[in-house]
């Protein structure tokens, strides 16, 4: 146990390192985000998520410190798809085939998070109109909204996976939930959105215990004003997206737990998707409208996993991980095509 505490917290420390660097200098200046920036930065945290991979590929025994074949046979047989080697196979062979099992599951759930994540953009972008938000300071609302995803994210993966080793059968309960949203999200797939500022819980909230600016002050999220402290809008928003985000959680989390139990490994695929959310945000945002199908394509996810763990829990059918991993990436590829071969037809008045 202790082994595992200090590989999540080094790699939470280097997490913040990388955070640091990007708010501290490379973002250092509030300013709106190019698309050229936006792109290095999103190829940055992919590359930084696909380098873990093949660290987890060549070391992923380190985070559970297996040392042992009696460590790995009790993996081994617990394992929700079946068994990852012979147990007769010798300890170099079986760990290299843990290692290899580990890193699959966390590039598949990295992708499912992931792209996941494209229609909580579609939420957020929604927001920050709808608040008449500064683009200039887009990127200082993201990078604190990310800092407490991180923190809600890590309390939510570890009690959920608590509670599910307790109670197995919760699993099947999530699958419900998410066979109702995938079903919602289809239904809703054309429907424009929209926030009424004034009338959201969080707005009504915060006014009603706090004393609350009428205009933005600069890129403050409190301010000063006659030697009163004041929130500002700019806080309003990051709240709700904060609001918005655990939300979206009680979706994306037990999404991940349908292809790995290993509450490390989905916290891992969680936070490099959570960190890569702003420059992905960034790069989409002026395009979202481009991609009409994506919705569609995220709706077939959603119901997929649903249907992936009521199998499983109800029937003990297994859908393998590979398996799980080719389908997310073929949905995504043939709903990005789609939405490129079929564009949206111009309404005439």
Request: glycine share 4%; charged share 15%; net charge neutral.
């Amino acid at each position: 146990m202790m082994n595992e505490i200090l590989f999540v917290g080094g790699f939470l420390v280097l997490i913040s390192l990388f955070l640091a660097l990007d708010l501290g200098v490379f973002n250092k200046k509030s300013h709106t985000i190019s698309v050229k920036e936006s792109l290095i930065f999103t190829f940055a945290w992919m590359s930084l998520a696909f380098a873990f991979f093949i660290f987890i590929r060549y070391f992923g025994d380190l985070i559970h410190n297996i040392e042992s074949m009696d460590d790995l046979n009790t993996i081994n047989l617990r394992h929700r798809h079946g068994l990852i080697f012979d147990l007769h196979s010798d300890f170099a062979t079986a760990l290299q085939l843990y290692r290899n099992q580990l890193s699959l599951e966390f590039i598949t759930g990295y992708m499912m998070e992931y792209a996941l994540s494209v229609d909580n953009i579609f939420v957020i972008l929604l927001i920050f109109m709808s608040f008449g938000v500064d683009q200039k300071y887009y990127h200082r609302v993201l990078f604190w909204g990310i800092i407490g995803a991180i923190v809600m994210r890590f309390i939510f993966i570890f009690a959920l996976s608590a509670l599910i080793h307790e109670f197995e059968w919760v699993l099947a309960i999530f699958g419900i939930i998410l066979i109702v949203s995938a079903i919602k999200m289809f239904a809703s797939r054309n429907k424009e959105e929209q926030i009424h500022v004034q009338d959201h819980k969080i707005v009504k909230f915060v006014s009603r215990h706090f004393s609350v600016t009428q205009d933005y002050v600069g890129q403050k999220f409190v301010a000063t004003i006659d030697g009163k402290k004041y929130i500002t809008p700019l806080l309003l928003v990051l709240l709700i997206i904060e609001f918005s985000d655990v939300v979206f959680a009680v979706d994306s989390v037990p999404a991940i737990f349908s292809i790995t139990q290993d509450s490390y490994i989905v916290f891992f695929s969680n936070i490099f998707a959570i960190i890569g959310l702003r420059s992905l945000f960034f790069l989409l945002s002026n395009i979202m409208n481009l991609f009409r199908f994506l919705k569609t394509g995220l709706s077939v996810l959603l119901a997929f996993v649903g249907v992936k763990m009521l199998l499983e829990i109800g029937l003990h059918i297994s859908i393998g991980t590979k398996m799980s991993l080719f389908f997310i990436l073929s949905t995504l590829v043939a709903c990005i095509l789609l939405s490129v071969v079929i564009p949206e037809k111009k309404r005439i008045n």
